[in-house]
């Protein structure tokens, strides 16, 4: 398969990023807003070669899908360790690779209607052009080295997203959380990196997850604390994974992200960056199998169950609609994840593999639906408050129907796409731990619930009388919404374990009928509730919130981890910790070279008059000296 023309996919943006920044105030806007779509409309098109090529064409042998890598060296350590640049081709890089693709495109032809008037519309597009160029070199990486930095990338690109409003304080505190909170987890993965590295003597993913391998054969060879250092490894990769994924207790920066533009919630925390530490973990995810019974992926499970639990129960008491779908996002990524976890067990290995990565394709699309519905309400309001809202299923019928739909699909409800992926991850978990298959069916009714939740609040509940009467969004902007909307419904009906499975060899996924009734009727009893509660105007919510008392303050309060945080951060590491060494630092360091510093000073003015310049007084030192040198060697030699 000939993967030459595949470095052109990320390669357009990273020019359209170049073209748009250097000539920022020289391209008008709506010229650079072609130029963005254009450039991702070209990465699409090839995106989807790859996909046809590989998966209809070329990418079979004998009945198994291969990998196809085309790289180079970039830097030699030893004649085995050496860091590649290039492009890896598989089932789940050619998946990302559409997915990316996809929302990213939908995204900037959204952008241009969203943004339009905006002062920074040109420097917006080629932010998003760094950010799409950062997530295809990713997805394509070869090794950890290069996924590291192209990780990185995407780090620095939702920065600048984020904080794009940048004369808002809050924004500006939002950019910095999200640095600095991946930063910290960044660090655990750069040093799971560097123990594979040191310790397998590669970085490169087809050599790591060879099963006949070194790197899988030998890893109890050298061990810690009671686990292989290749494990520890592991999961300290993993910790770098659920910060860019949100997973508790690293997900403290998505909520605050919502300060960036709406189409910038949909592009970095619906379906691309947020995914990445999902894709991580399945990327190495041999590794996490064969290495040390699986050890690594108990805590992918359980981090991601517990993950998805505790957003799913935050997301019913928030009130900004954006924070209610970015707690959703977590609650979804922790269902992507705890299903890797549960492909552990025995005799049915690529089925939650499988189901994970199924659910993080329909999710990009029902949830890039969902933020740009969000968008295109707030931007017929100019609020994102629940309390503003009301009725507006009268005035903007694209995007009423459009965000019913991608509800209904996250709500798992059938034929649509997230019914389809959300069951192949609850068979999945019963066939491992009935308790985490509980806790799946249980958030599957609160994600039902707290969805139309805020659809019932929005399109129906009371009669709202707007300032400025709404209107439906441009063709811009309903398009995108449109076409995402159509994805939400035939995407479920892809088969997808044809394409994508742990093993690459095929695994051939059914519905378990009484599990996916299971969930049906929990997600139907969580539709009815909200039904009751807000389909029209009542105080049952109320009344219910007062009854919870302090849980329902503590949830709305986002379990005060944020405040934990200060506290730990100010109180005791700043107030405790930093500020005594910060004294020290001043009175006895800084003191010290004060001192020694004017010590100089007073000695050098002291002696300031050996250098006089006058010949004379150097003559008589020197005749000092010969006389003084003169007396020493006569009197030992007298002695």
Partial sequence: MNLTYTILIPLIPLVIFLLLGIFNQKIKPSVSGYIGVLGLLISTVLSFYTAYQYFFVNGKVNGVY????????WMNFTETLRIDMGVLIDPIAVMMLVVVSVVSLM?????????????????????????????????????????YIFWELVGVSSYLLIGYYYTKDSAVAAAKKAFIVTRFADLGFLIGILIIGYYTGTYDFQTLNNPEGSAILNWASNSFMGLSVITWALILIFVGGAGKSAMFPLHIW???????????????????MVVAGVYLVAR??????FVEDSFALHIVTYAGAFTSLFAAIIAITQTDIKRVLAFSTMSQLGYMMFALGVSGYEGHEGVGYMASMFHLFTHAMFKALLFLGAGSIIHAIHSNYLKDMGSLRKYMPITHITFLIATLAIAGVPPLAGFWSKDEILVAAFEYNTLIYVVGVFVAGLTAFYMFRIYFGIFWGKETTYEHTPHESPLSMTFPLIVLALLSIVGGFI?????????KAGFEAHLNY???????????????????FYKKE??????FAKGFGVLYKWTTNKFYVDELYLFITKKILFKRVASPIAKFDKKYVDGTMRGIGSKTVVTSEKIKG????????????FIMGVVIIALVFIYAWTN
């Fill in 107 to 147: 995204v900037h032809i959204y952008s241009r209607g969203y943004m339009k008037g905006d002062e920074g519309y040109t420097k917006f597009f080629s932010f998003l052009s760094l950010f799409s160029f950062s997530m295809y070199g990713l997805v394509l990486a070869t090794n950890l080295f290069q996924i």
């Fill in 284 to 289: 190495l995810f041999p590794m996490y199998y």
């Fill in 495 to 503: 088969p997808f374990s044809e394409f994508v499975t742990a093993d």
């Fill in 254 to 272: 998505l909520p605050d992200a919502m300060e960036g533009p709406t189409p910038v919630s949909a592009l970095i925390h619906a379906a691309t």
């Fill in 514 to 532: 009484p599990l996916a009734a299971i969930a049906v009727g929990v997600a139907l009893i969580g539709i009815i509730l909200a039904w009751v």
């Fill in 538 to 543: 009542n105080d049952l919510a109320d009344r």
């Fill in 610 to 621: 050996m250098q006089s310049g006058r010949i004379q007084d150097y003559a008589f030192a």
């Fill in 66 to 73: 291969q990998t196809f890598v085309e790289k180079t060296v």
